[in-house]
């Protein structure tokens, strides 16, 4: 019965969340909060995806931000391909090819030409790096902090190579001056209502997806490796593909808001795919909850928003960082589990979770001995 | 087949940089058969429970299970054969309740595909829930298990070995941290278990041993110091001088 509740009460604060999300153009007509909005979806997202593997699963990824940046890129190949005859005549090459004395379209960008095919590379190719990552790192059974070295040291490698082959990416900077994506005649402009609902929607369809996922017996057996992988192993389950699906899962939803970003910023950059987005993530996740996908939606939409609104507040121009920070130890210190356990806190008025469930273990403990010495005696 | 070995360990040897911790274990457990595996502080008991279920890889020997040959089979893959483990240290998931945590260990389907449509409270946690009545946890179910006292966790975790329904099944010091009532309750359901299990027991509490064994095993050393019932176990002259002699096993 209880367990019912429960679970109906999460359902209903996630429609709220996510009626609150898609409502939001409704209230504000302002083209440019609106993109910034959009924005903070996005991360809403990508701190969902890393929720996945680290809150879910117990695999700290720190290089998030590669499965990001390269989802970003793949949709900004395709909108530079569509502005070719605009920017540099009929020569066929992106501007920044032509100033790097490229003369011919490499290999991997002509698909690109489809928006099909960017869209499903998109989240194809974080996929296939993740797979890559996953089939070395867990079948040889590398777990916990290991796990957060290898990916960041794979993703400082990402954002070199990004950066050195500037002949085919565009190099420090990026793959600017992009084209609008229209497809069904729906103009996807950065600062359109279009694209806003187009980040929600997606964000909506990942928070039930993602419970639905959660609450099957593959996500209650992800989260029993979160607590103790050795157990699972010796069930007879075959904990590294439980591993490799969950990191895959993360990566391509990774991607896919990498997508969405390019579309919104209007580019895409190395910095996408850059350490300190990477860590931002992590502490988007820590700051709402890693173990709930609305907390970790909400996690990063509270600490963009927040963030964004300090920084271009003049008061805090100069100490917004250190008030950020200031919060981030607050919540560390005081909510290890993120906003989302303000719920428990308010819930009931409850002391602690601790005495509500010790006590009646304590309890019917001591029965249970009382009851086995009588039985001894007589 | 009645007479053919359940599980056949051959030579077994495992070295430890240089450290010989299992030298030459030769180990016949029958079907059904509830085998206790006794002996002093480094005599290998749990080095060889960790070879049978492939944690540790051994350096030399045979190991087959139901006349199939599972020397080189990788742990999981020995789990599917059907070893059960219970670890030491109760192993469980701390952060499921007590239900979810016996979910996981019915482990019929094992693929993450198989497993993704399906949503936990299936039809089959009826059986669940009777097991988790029959080790005293029936209040706790929806618990969540890190609350549990140590006596809870490992009368948990042999619920979670019932649930996985092993052929074969290892328990490392299944009653370690068990009130005396807790542990004759333990007794009495590895004493159910035997005939449809096959149970290997490493105990040092020789109460519980004389409880439940059918045959004792001891080691020292890591080889086979003596195998019989408890009786005979108790008069061995050898068995004696392992345990430095004084009052025998009894007081082990």
């Known amino acids: 019965m209880n367990i019912d509740r429960n679970s109906l009460q999460r359902l209903a604060a996630y429609a709220i969340f996510c009626i609150a999300i898609l409502s939001v153009p409704l209230f504000v007509s302002d083209a440019y909060l609106l993109n910034k909005f959009a924005r903070y979806i996005i991360f809403g997202i990508l701190s969902l995806a890393l929720s996945l593997s680290w809150g879910y699963t117990g695999i700290l990824n720190l290089g998030q931000a590669a499965s990001f940046g390269l989802g970003s890129y793949c949709m900004a190949m395709a909108l530079k391909l569509r502005t070719i005859p605009i920017q540099t005549g009929a020569s066929g090459l992106p501007d920044f090819m032509v100033w790097n004395n490229v003369e011919k379209l490499p290999w991997f960008w002509e698909p690109f030409h489809s928006y099909t095919f960017a869209v499903f590379a998109g989240v194809a190719v974080p996929v296939a790096l993740a797979y890559l990552i996953a089939w070395f790192v867990f079948r040889a059974r590398v777990n916990g902090v290991y796990v957060a070295i290898i990916t960041l040291a794979m993703l400082v490698v990402i954002n070199l190579i990004i950066i050195d082959q500037q002949r085919f990416t565009g190099g420090f900077n990026g793959i600017t001056d992009l084209t609008t994506l229209s497809v069904f005649g729906v103009d996807f402009d950065a600062y359109s209502p279009a694209l806003y609902y187009l980040a929600a929607v997606t964000l909506t369809a990942c928070l039930f997806l993602g419970l639905a996922l959660m609450n099957s017996k593959t996500g209650l057996i992800l989260q029993a490796i979160r607590d103790d992988e050795t157990r699972v192993w010796y069930f007879g389950y075959d904990v590294a593909a439980y591993q490799t699906f969950i990191f895959c899962v993360s990566g391509g939803v990774a991607g896919f808001a990498g997508m969405l970003y390019t579309l919104v910023m209007e580019f895409a950059s190395p910095t996408f795919l850059s350490v300190p987005i990477s860590l931002s993530i992590v502490i988007w996740c820590a700051v709402g909850g890693r173990a709930s996908l609305l907390g970790a939606a909400l996690g990063a939409i509270v600490v963009t928003g927040v963030q964004g609104t300090l920084s271009e507040t003049p008061a805090f121009l100069d100490t917004w960082s250190l008030i950020m920070g200031a919060l981030f130890i607050i919540i560390v210190l005081f909510l290890p589990n993120g906003l989302v356990s303000l719920v428990d806190v308010f819930k009931g008025k409850r002391q602690s979770v601790a005495t509500r469930l010790v006590k009646p273990v304590a309890e019917s403990e001591a029965q249970r001995v009382a009851a086995s010495q009588q039985n001894s005696v007589t | 087949m009645a007479d053919e070995a359940f599980l056949k360990l051959q030579d077994i040897a495992v070295e430890f940089g240089g450290f010989r911790a299992v030298n030459g274990l030769n180990l016949d457990v029958k079907r059904g058969e509830l085998r206790c595996l ?215």
């Open chain 2, 38 to 252: 006794i002996g002093p502080n480094g005599a290998g008991k749990t080095t060889a429970l960790d070879v049978i279920c492939g944690k540790v890889k051994p350096k030399a020997g045979r190991m087959v299970l139901k006349g199939r040959d599972i020397t080189k089979l990788p742990d999981y893959k020995i789990a599917r054969a059907g070893v059960g483990r219970k670890f030491q240290v109760p192993s469980f998931f701390r952060e499921l309740t007590v239900r979810d945590n016996l979910e996981v260990a019915y482990c019929k389907r094992l693929g993450v595909f198989a497993n993704i449509a399906r949503f936990r409270r299936s039809a089959e946690s009826d059986g669940l829930e009777k097991l988790a009545e029959l080790v005293g946890l029936q209040d706790f179910l929806d618990h969540t298990a890190g609350y549990l006292s140590h006596g809870q966790t490992q009368a948990l975790e042999i619920a979670l070995l019932l649930a996985q329904d092993s052929d074969l099944i290892l328990m490392d010091e299944p009653t370690a941290g068990m009130t005396t009532a807790e542990t004759m309750h333990t007794a009495k359901i590895l004493n159910a278990l035997r005939g449809r299990h096959t149970l290997i027991v490493v105990e040092h509490d020789m109460a519980f041993v004389r409880e439940i064994s059918d045959v004792i095993t001891v080691m020292h050393q890591g080889k086979v110091l003596a195998e019989g019932h408890a009786t005979d176990i108790q008069s061995n002259q050898s068995v004696k001088d392992a345990y430095l002699g004084s009052g025998g096993i009894s007081h082990a």
